[in-house]
Structures are given as C-alpha cells and as structure tokens.
T-cell receptor, first 111, second 113 residues
Framework: GQQVMQIPQYQHVQEGEDFTTYCNSSTTLSNIQWYKQRPGGHPVFLIQLVKSGEVKKQKRLTFQFGEAKKNSSLHITATQTTDVGTYFCAGPVTGANNLFFGTGTRLTVIP | DSGVTQTPKHLITATGQRVTLRCSPRSGDLSVYWYQQSLDQGLQFLIQYYNGEERAKGNILERFSAQQFPDLHSELNLSSLELGDSALYFC????????????FGPGTRLLVL
C-alpha cells in the first residue's frame, strides 16, 4: 500500500543550527503539504507544493518538492526554540480523497 | 485559531462505555476528516465525510462510526471502549473532497480507564 516515510524520526539541534527533514513517498504525489504540530497542539498547515522541482520559502523555512514528485524536504535555517514541534508531510492518497500523513519528524531545539 | 471547533476538550470514561465526539468545520468547508493520534504516534486517518456523505474510509474500527449532519457538523461515535482507544482525536475540515489543505481542530483527548 501507499507509504509516506519521514526521516529522521527525531532530531535534537542546538539553537542556531540548521535542520532538515525528508519525506519519501512510495508513489508519485500530485501535491505535497507540510504541517507543524507544536507540543500539546494540533497540526497546522504550513505550505503546499504542486510542481515538480518546486521550491518555496517562508522566512527561515525552505520547502522543496522533488523532480519525480515522490519526495520532499523541509529545511530550517538557524533554528529557534519556537521551531520546536513535529513536522508532518502529507500527500493525497492514490485513487482516494483523503491525505496520507507521513510518520513525522519531532524537532527539539536546545537553547 | 483554525475555525474548526471540537467538543469536548477532554473526556474520561471507562472500558465498555460509549462516547460521542463533536466537530464543527470552518465556515464554508464541506469536508470533515477524523484522525486518531496515540501517544507519540502519527496521525491515523479514520474517515472522511463530504457534504453529508461518507467519502473515504481509513483505519476505522467497526466499533467506531461517524456521520455528518445537514448543518455540516460531524460526530464520531466510539463504542465498547477499550484501554487502547485512549488517544487524541482530531477533526479537520477542507473546502472540497479531494485532499486539499486541511484545517485541524484543537482535538479531544480521550482517556479510557
């Protein structure tokens, strides 16, 4: 069945260091979305990528969609304590109407 | 604030009992999704409704059921509860039926004792 894996599962960084999480799908995705869930909170939509090779930036966050539309990455430059949380990628389920969420990467930022 | 509301915020009940979780989508959104998130786990998709009709089904147990009403609010019914059903249950909504951006509610934390 369709799988969306993220690596790493956990990442601890010193404040100011960069962070990257990778999302890999077993199937081609029409689009990929990224969500952030703060500790004790709910997932919040960050961004959607649609085109092959697309790169989008939000301040210190850079999102990339692979050329084959099967992988994606989220890179955070100079992490801050406010970046703490779990980052999920999600893509439409093939032949269905819902999103398939990745396994998530939990980021801890050490001040 | 996503515009999606969920009640109750917390629920404590006993094994074998039945509970109902309620969700009101964002204004204008026709799709409602239900997810289960156990401790330190990812988001497990349960079910989706679009404009009152079931649209997609995920890993939803037979003991669980849901519906979406004409005013578009949705309820998730969990029956014959087991200890392992303790989790965060999120509702999300989107405009259309096809896996667009989803807006999540604050969740209902269910504890089965």
């Amino acid at each position: 069945g369709q799988q969306v894996m993220q690596i790493p599962q956990y990442q601890h960084v010193q404040e100011g260091e960069d962070f990257t999480t990778y999302c890999n799908s077993s199937t081609t995705l029409s689009n990929i979305q990224w969500y952030k869930q703060r500790p004790g909170g709910h997932p919040v939509f960050l961004i959607q990528l649609v085109k092959s090779g697309e790169v989008k930036k939000q301040k210190r966050l850079t999102f990339q969609f692979g050329e084959a539309k099967k992988n994606s990455s989220l890179h955070i430059t100079a992490t801050q304590t406010t970046d703490v949380g779990t980052y999920f990628c999600a893509g439409p389920v093939t032949g269905a109407n819902n999103l398939f969420f990745g396994t998530g990467t939990r980021l801890t930022v050490i001040p | 604030d996503s515009g999606v509301t969920q009640t109750p915020k917390h629920l404590i009940t006993a094994t074998g009992q039945r509970v109902t979780l309620r969700c009101s989508p964002r204004s204008g959104d026709l799709s409602v999704y239900w997810y289960q998130q156990s401790l330190d786990q990812g988001l497990q998709f349960l079910i989706q409704y679009y404009n009152g009709e079931e649209r997609a089904k995920g890993n939803i147990l037979e003991r669980f059921s849901a519906q979406q009403f004409p005013d578009l609010h949705s309820e998730l019914n969990l029956s014959s509860l087991e200890l392992g059903d303790s989790a965060l249950y999120f509702c999300a909504s989107s405009e259309g039926p096809l896996g667009e951006t989803q807006y999540f509610g604050p969740g209902t934390r269910l504890l089965v004792l």
